[in-house]
């Protein structure tokens, strides 16, 4: 006859079953959020890689490949940690750590992507938009205030990169090794990949006040590039993901 087990090894027992079964449901849950297309569960939009479905279609044609981070020649593009909700698995961008880098003109990502989760076959006028640029903070602008800027854009630890035409058109080299001097600072003018989709205005009739305000025009496609190289903290600028310019 088997020996009665004590107190102690009754209660270890019963941990054990407990985590197992908690293990097992989050296991299936897991694999549930893979297969079964779900609305997103985050109130603040997600800066999802150009020419992505709108949010629902995308959760629901996405299979969480990969193969949009391997192509990305600037590594701009992650895949969404646990505390994403239902877009767990899901390639998307933080602009302040990385832009996507529109310098790569094929849009890798989308010609790497397996379902249409990204495509070309959205409406041409919104083809590669992922958001919309707006200023944050007015008053920290160095624009604004009609100040310069002189040193790099980012210092420290920071890893993010950028192509630079006076260094290589195809090599990303890093932001925090790129000195600027610049009498008035128009960086993210200066850095932006898209013709036209920022301008500095002045902010006076006075041809003495060299202050200037950050315009965003409507071909803005949200890359994040001007709130990646913003040397101010934190950016002055930012990225309102899934946003037009209709919208801002």
């Not at 529109?102 to 992922?130: I, N, Y």
Request: net charge neutral.
């Amino acid at each position: 006859m088997a020996k009665p087990l004590s107190l102690s090894r009754k209660q270890k027992a019963r941990r054990q079953f407990i985590q197992s079964i908690m293990l097992g449901s989050g296991v299936v849950g897991g694999a549930l959020l893979g297969f079964i297309p779900v609305q997103q569960a985050k109130a603040k939009p997600i800066l999802r890689p150009p020419a992505a479905l709108d949010e629902q279609d995308f959760l629901a044609s996405c299979i969480k490949c990969g193969q949009c981070v391997q192509v990305c020649p600037v590594q701009a593009i992650k895949l969404a940690d646990m505390d994403s909700g239902f877009s767990l698995g899901t390639p998307y961008l933080d602009a302040r750590a990385q832009a996507c880098d529109f310098s790569c003109d094929a849009v890798q990502c989308v010609l790497a992507c397996p379902t249409g989760s990204l495509s070309h076959e959205v409406d041409t006028k919104e083809q590669v938009r992922m958001g919309f640029a707006r200023l944050a903070d007015v008053p920290n602008c160095l624009a604004v205030q009609g100040k310069g800027f002189k040193g790099a854009a980012r210092t420290g630890d920071y890893q993010g990169l950028l192509r630079y035409q006076d260094k290589d058109r195809w090599k990303p080299f890093p932001v925090k090794d790129y000195p600027y001097d610049l009498e008035l600072c128009d960086l993210c003018l200066r850095q932006c990949p898209i013709e036209g989709a920022i301008s500095l205005e002045p902010i006076s009739d006075s041809a003495d006040d060299k202050r200037r305000i950050p315009t965003v025009h409507d071909s803005c496609v949200g890359c994040g590039v001007c709130e990646m190289i913003c040397p101010q903290q934190p950016a002055v600028i930012v990225i309102d993901a899934r946003v037009t310019a209709e919208s801002a």
